[in-house]
């Protein structure tokens, strides 16, 4: 990022708490406004919540800070401001020949290793592992302590919770939610909810 950096955040959640941290992390960055639909909110830790004007939403690159990733996507549509570049905490280890698209966050303790490609508005999660020449699509969110094996594929909107893992080379559909503590030993098809070790498919939409 550039020096003297300053970006908004769409969204007062405790997500955007840890969104905060990685852009204070990262010398020459700063928060700039800090926006909320519910106009009850005040404050967020000591960080005035704004009231989102048109004016105000242009004026800096934003990050949206919601965790859930259907209403992640629907803030994006709808905002016509810039979307931040990805941010990044400083203590989480990034590959050079990866790459990170725009409105995505990093938080700290994650790895993403070689070739591994991430799209836009995703989540890598606290201590999260990527390996090398896996490919996360859109809004997708690995959560904290997941490890993604070698050429896997996670498709938009996907959730992979705490502590899963997924063996290499396999691919998971969009929208599809692996719960925590799952071990993904074959394909997942869009859509579906996948439990328990080896994971099985529970619910599929």
């Known amino acids: 990022m550039n020096k003297k950096n ?31 639909d519910d106009i009850s909110l005040e404050n967020l830790q000591g960080k005035t919540i704004s009231v989102a004007t048109p004016e105000r939403l242009r004026k800096y690159p934003i990050l949206i800070g ?3 990733n259907k209403t992640r996507k629907k803030i994006a549509e709808r905002l016509t401001s810039s979307i931040a570049d ?16 725009k409105g995505s966050v990093v938080m700290p303790g994650a790895i993403i ?16 592992i990527i ?6 699509a859109d ?14 594929s996670v ?5 992979i919770g705490i502590g899963a893992q997924v063996i290499q080379g396999v691919t998971i559909g969009e929208w599809c939610t692996i719960g925590a503590g799952a071990v993904i ?21």
């Open 6 to 36: 300053k970006i908004s955040i769409y969204g007062a959640s405790g997500h955007t708490k840890v969104i905060i941290d990685c852009i204070q992390s990262n010398p020459g960055c700063e928060l700039a406004y800090l926006f909320d």
């Open 66 to 68: 919601i965790g859930k």
């Open 86 to 101: 990805a941010v990044v905490h400083h203590k989480a280890i990034i590959s050079p020949s990866s790459t990170i698209d």
């Open 113 to 128: 290793n070689a070739g591994a490609k991430i799209g836009k508005h995703v989540i890598i999660n606290t201590g999260a």
């Open 131 to 136: 390996e090398h020449d896996c490919e996360i």
């Open 139 to 152: 809004y997708a969110h690995i959560s904290p302590n997941a490890a993604l094996a070698g050429n896997v």
């Open 155 to 159: 498709g938009k909107g996907t959730q």
């Open 185 to 205: 030993i074959k394909d997942i098809p869009d859509g579906a909810t996948v439990v328990g070790n080896p994971g099985r498919i529970i619910k599929n939409i």
